[in-house]
């Protein structure tokens, strides 16, 4: 089963071309998710109660080449496509209102993960209310499994602001791809067009910690590893992106 929300294209979020930065389309299926989380009763404030959380451990999206502009409404599709163990993989579409136009495909790895005892959570409860729908949005893709590569390096800092927190406390999912992506070199922003993004979490930053990333471009294609370090060394993400 699908569950669709519909959302138009603000002007916080267009480029200078009006039309939406890449990584907004990303939070705008994460809104989706949680929609779908909360109508079934198990959001995060719901499982906040047990003091539980979800957590996002990876995502996986493929761009069309022209993104929707400034008050364009757009469709957001998403469905559970694996629901399992402690993971639970949704999948999303984000499509013109007409659904005639695709703009983005993308897949995302969910857990609950327990506060107290600082582990995944198995809860069959959760697994039992979610309805699953085996298609795949983005066909073969393994989300752990980002691509390294060495070479020449292009490194960006950042402080996590207040503005940054989500409800968990913890840098916003989004703000580590905007970060990452504000690190890649100028002349492939400014050149390129984003066409994927691939990111895996591995630890949470909180507010104040220093967040570095490091880029590495693939000297036989357009694609660019991104390694997100903290102030301890600590690496706290890791992303393959690609630019045409």
């Keep these: 089963m699908k569950y669709s929300n519909r959302y138009t294209i603000r002007s916080i ?37 047990v003091n539980q959380s979800w957590i996002l451990s990876g995502i996986y999206t493929d761009f069309a080449k022209e993104l929707p502009r400034w008050r364009t409404t757009i469709i957001t599709d998403i469905w559970v496509r694996k629901a399992k ?4 993989l949704i999948d999303f ?3 013109s209102e007409d659904k ?12 609950v993960f327990d506060e107290i005892e600082r582990k995944l959570a198995r809860r069959q409860d959760i697994t039992d209310k979610m309805k699953v729908h085996p298609e795949e949005a983005c066909p073969g893709i393994q989300l752990r499994k980002i691509l390294p590569y060495a070479g020449d390096e292009n490194t960006l800092s950042q402080t996590v602001h207040s503005y940054d927190i989500d409800f968990n406390g913890h840098l916003n999912s989004i703000r580590y791809i905007a970060g990452a992506l504000e690190a890649v070199a100028a002349d492939t922003r400014e050149q390129k067009t984003l066409s994927m993004i691939h990111i895996k979490y591995i630890r949470e930053a909180i507010l104040g910690d220093n967040i570095t990333c ?8 357009g694609d660019v590893y991104h390694r997100l370090y903290n102030q301890d060394g600590e690496d706290v993400a890791e992303m393959n992106s690609l630019w045409v």
């Design 13 to 49: 979020e267009m480029d200078t071309e009006y039309r939406v930065k890449s990584y907004h389309l990303i939070s705008f299926a994460q809104d989706a998710v949680a929609c779908y989380l909360a109508d079934s009763g198990i959001a995060a404030y719901d499982l906040q109660r």
């Design 85 to 88: 163990g402690v993971q639970y």
């Design 93 to 95: 579409q984000i499509s």
């Design 100 to 111: 005639t136009v695709i703009y983005a495909n993308g897949t995302t790895s969910w857990s």
């Design 214 to 221: 490091s880029c590495y471009r693939n000297p036989e294609g």
